[in-house]
């Protein structure tokens, strides 16, 4: 059984930063892809930033230049560093591993970016 445990999230002011992080923990292939997702009221859930076990990343064009992603493939954790926040990124952001035909969510996480 796997699990993510995502942390990191809260109410920051447009301009702020904030830095989520997930933890996965159980049987976990080593070639994989996490990422983070989210998913704001009323819209569907969205691809944020991916990154493979070899460090390829890619990124919705909403966040580039603001939002980075990052890993520790020995402590099976997944990173999001996002500055220059918006209003329009508040959403639940969700921690995604995936590999083969499996896939694996976090509980989510509260984003809320005041103007």
């Known amino acids: 059984q796997v699990q993510l445990v995502e942390s990191g999230g809260g109410l920051v002011q447009a301009g702020g930063s904030l830095r989520l992080s997930c933890a996965a923990s159980?049987?976990?292939?080593?070639?994989?892809?996490m990422g983070w997702y989210r998913q704001a009221p009323g819209k569907q859930r969205e691809l944020v930033a991916g990154i493979i076990s070899g460090g390829s990343t890619n990124y919705a064009d909403s966040v580039k230049g603001r939002f980075t992603i990052s890993r520790d493939n020995a402590k099976n954790s997944v990173y999001l560093q996002m500055n220059g926040l918006k209003p329009e990124d508040t959403a639940v952001y969700y921690c995604?591993?995936?590999?083969?035909?499996?896939?694996?969510w976090g509980q989510g996480t509260q984003v809320t970016v005041s103007s």
């Open positions: 995604n591993l995936a590999w083969l035909h499996y896939s694996y």
């Open positions: 159980g049987s976990i292939f080593s070639i994989n892809t």
